[in-house]
């Protein structure tokens, strides 16, 4: 038995997933990473893209659109704004959020960061329905 | 003295009343169970996420380099208030707290020779500010379509703020909404939002690695506080808003119970005094025969 690691999924409006998990692969703003007991504690901001939970007896994966992701050497926590569990994503559930994206990026000062999230999540598209 | 059918059809209408406050009663009883359990279930987010904010600030804080949300513009003219009330009246004195407390602020902030921006949420708010305070509106945020609050609906409100803000139409923004204790006691209450006010940090052993960088993490996390601080207060003001209207209509069902005794008592007297009056009219005549 590997070790284990607690792993906690909230969105503002309910906790969507808690469970022991061996890893987490993590979509962080400055690359992927892989989270396993004993990560050094992190705190990182999240890009969209897809939250993998891997346990013995099943993977938990689910799109996200941001938030961020709090690891210590016992547990991850991720704070998602959006999490869409991977099962219930659609190819007309992304065109929504990259059009909404793309609104924002519209209207945000820094066009750059906005321009990376649609970037991101046609990223996410492609490989969703691919 | 009423006549025997308007008494009667008195206790038939107060009985009427008192359905209705009854089922309205039962209704917000059980708006009020999913209200509290969408604000418990939106507490482990809010929580971590002001830790977090708490721990990043006060290592970041104190910089040159600090977001403007927690910095402030450095001034403190323009206070924008944010008065959160319901869409719906009879729930008490819900919305009035909220508003004698919005209202108290501003008269505060106006005798200081501040400016003064007051964005309503809710129509109840709005309708009891326009007399006094009516110019100072600048805008006004409409729930009154939605079924139950989301996330989203706090994003939107946050977007709008947080635009102002950018372009420079405020310093400092406050919340005010109703705080939920319970059933009977709902605590209005004043949050400032920004610039932030985070809470004390936690002293924690473990030291965090971040990525990006601390200042860049808490430009991010900032603005979605904002948004979690919005969401949390309409989420409190939905479960208090709940249970105001719960024990309000709860002591009206009682009044209307109290009312239809009185009634049905003086209803009873007079029945009996127009008896007594027929029998001694019979018996009177009787007599005189």
């Known amino acids: 038995m590997a070790n284990t690691l607690q792993f906690d999924l909230v969105s503002p409006e309910r906790k969507l997933a808690s469970a022991q998990v061996t890893e987490v692969q993590i979509p962080g703003a400055d690359g992927d990473m892989t989270a396993m007991e004993g990560h050094a504690a992190t705190i990182t901001t999240l890009r969209p893209g897809i939250l993998k939970a891997v346990s013995p007896q099943a993977t938990l994966a689910f799109a996200v659109t941001g938030g961020f992701a709090e690891i210590t050497a016992s547990g991850v926590t991720v704070l998602a704004e959006r999490a869409i569990p991977v099962s219930d994503l659609t190819g007309t559930l992304l065109d929504e959020l990259i059009q909404e994206a793309r609104d924002l990026a519209a209207m945000a000062e820094d066009k750059d960061a906005g321009d990376k999230i649609v970037n991101d999540l046609q990223a996410l598209r492609y490989a969703a329905t691919h | ?289």
């Open chain 2, 1 to 289: 003295m009423p006549s025997l059918k308007d008494l009667k059809n008195r206790i038939g209408s107060v009985k009427n009343t008192r359905k209705i406050t009854k089922a309205m009663q039962m209704v917000a009883a059980a708006k009020l169970r999913r209200a509290q359990e969408a604000a418990e279930a939106a507490r482990p987010y809010a929580d971590r996420m002001n830790a977090v904010i708490a721990g990043l600030a006060t290592s970041v804080g104190g910089s040159d380099g600090a977001p403007r949300l927690l910095a402030g513009t450095g001034a403190d003219k323009v206070h924008l208030l944010v008065v959160m009330t319901a869409e719906r009246g009879l729930c008490g004195g819900f919305n009035t707290t909220i508003v004698r407390l919005a209202r108290a602020r501003a008269n505060e902030l106006l005798a200081q020779g501040k400016v003064v921006k007051i964005l309503t949420v809710g129509k109840k708010g709005r309708e009891q500010l326009r007399r006094d305070l009516g110019d100072h509106f600048v805008g006004h945020v409409d729930l009154s379509d939605v079924k139950r609050v989301g996330y989203v609906n706090a994003q939107e409100i946050a977007r709008d703020i947080l635009n102002r803000y950018d372009a420079g139409e405020f310093d400092v923004a406050t919340i005010f909404f109703n705080r939920f204790q319970s059933v009977i006691s709902q605590i209005p209450t004043a949050q400032q939002i920004i610039p932030a006010q985070p809470g004390e940090a936690v002293a924690t052993n473990t030291l965090y690695d971040y990525e990006p960088s601390e200042e860049a993490i808490l430009a991010d996390l900032l603005p979605r506080g904002v948004a979690m601080q919005i969401f949390t207060a309409l989420l409190e003001n939905g479960a208090s808003e709940q249970g105001a209207r719960m024990s309000a209509m709860d002591n009206a069902t009682r009044n209307a119970g109290d009312m239809i005794n009185k009634l049905t008592i003086q209803y009873n007297r007079s029945r009996q005094a127009a008896i007594t009056k027929e029998l001694i009219e019979i018996i009177s005549g009787a007599e005189a025969l």
